[in-house]
Nanobody
Framework: QVQLVESGGGLVQAGGSLRLSCAAS????????MGWFRQAPGKERDFVAA????????AYATSVKGRFTISRDNAKNTVYLRMNSLKPEDTAVYYC?????????????????WGQGTQVTVSS
């Protein structure tokens, strides 16, 4: 079992920044990747970013590339999502997810554990 706890969400004006954190505990040694997804009201949950736990390679959704940065601290079993130049359309509940299998980091179905989500609201 793996437990994920997100933090760092909040209300920010357009153009502002936030940093989300996701602390993992439990059988974290089995991780192959960690990802961030988001779900806006009335919409499906979408991929935002992911990072390979070992190599540190990253992947981003086109909509956030150049504005968001995912990083990890292996010693703390924590993944971060730095969000800059935030836009109202970034408003969503952001979820952290843990993946132990190989395969595409973009596919939600391949993630084994999910956090409870943290709300990010960007005002115009």
């Amino acid at each position: 079992q793996v437990q994920l706890v997100e933090s760092g969400g909040g209300l920010v004006q357009a153009g502002g920044s936030l940093r989300l954190s996701c602390a993992a505990s439990g059988r974290t040694f089995s991780s192959s990747a960690m990802g961030w997804f988001r779900q806006a009201p009335g919409k499906e949950r979408d991929f935002v970013a992911a990072i390979n736990w070992g190599a540190g390679s990253t992947a981003y959704a086109t909509s956030v590339k150049g504005r968001f940065t995912i990083s990890r601290d292996n010693a703390k079993n924590t993944v971060y999502l730095r969000m800059n130049s935030l836009k109202p359309e970034d408003t969503a509940v952001y979820y952290c997810a843990f993946k132990s299998s190989t395969g595409s980091v973009y596919s939600q179905s391949l993630y084994d554990y999910w956090g409870q989500g943290t709300q990010v609201t960007v005002s115009s």
